[in-house]
C-alpha cells in the first residue's frame, strides 16, 4: 500500500463528495426550504450560497485535476482499447461539461445576478414580486445547477462501473 497514492484518492473522493454533495444539498434541501423566506430575501439568500459555493466548487475542482494527474498514471494506449480506459474518458468528458456549466454559472450569470442584489432594497422592495428579467436568470442558473447534479450522480454512477472494469 502506497500512502501517497491513499492520501491522494481520499483527496480526490473528498473534493468528489463536496461538489456533488454540495449540489445535491442546495437543489434537494436548501432552494425547496427557501419557500419560507419572501423573495426579495430569498434572492438575497440565494446570491450569499451561490457565491461560497462558487468558491467551493472551483476549490474541488483544483483538487480534483491535481489528484487526478496523480492517479491518473498509466499506459495511455490502454485508454483506448479498454472498457476502463473508454469509461474512463466518459467521466472525464461529463466533469470537463460540469467545469464547462461552473465557469458560465461564475463568470457570466453570477456577476449578473451581482447587479440585481445591489439594486435590490429587501425592506423596500415589494416582496411578491420580482422583477422578470431576474426570475429568468435564476431559472438559467437553477436549470444549470440541475443540469450538474445530473452529471454528477452518471459521474458517480461511471466511478462505480470503473471498479468492475
Known sequence: MNIINV??????????????????????VLRPSLSVIEPAKRVKLMGTVLKRFIYVAWLSIGVLVFTGIFLGRGDPDALLSSNYGIALIIKHAIVVVMTVIVALVSFVFFPKLKMFLSEIDVKAHDATKLPSELAILLGKIVALVKLNLTLGVIVLLVTALLGDL
Do not use: E, K, Q, S
Open 7 to 28: 492520501i491522494l484518492d481520499w483527496l480526490h473522493l473528498v473534493a468528489t463528495t463536496v461538489w456533488i454533495g454540495g449540489i445535491a444539498f442546495n437543489i434537494l
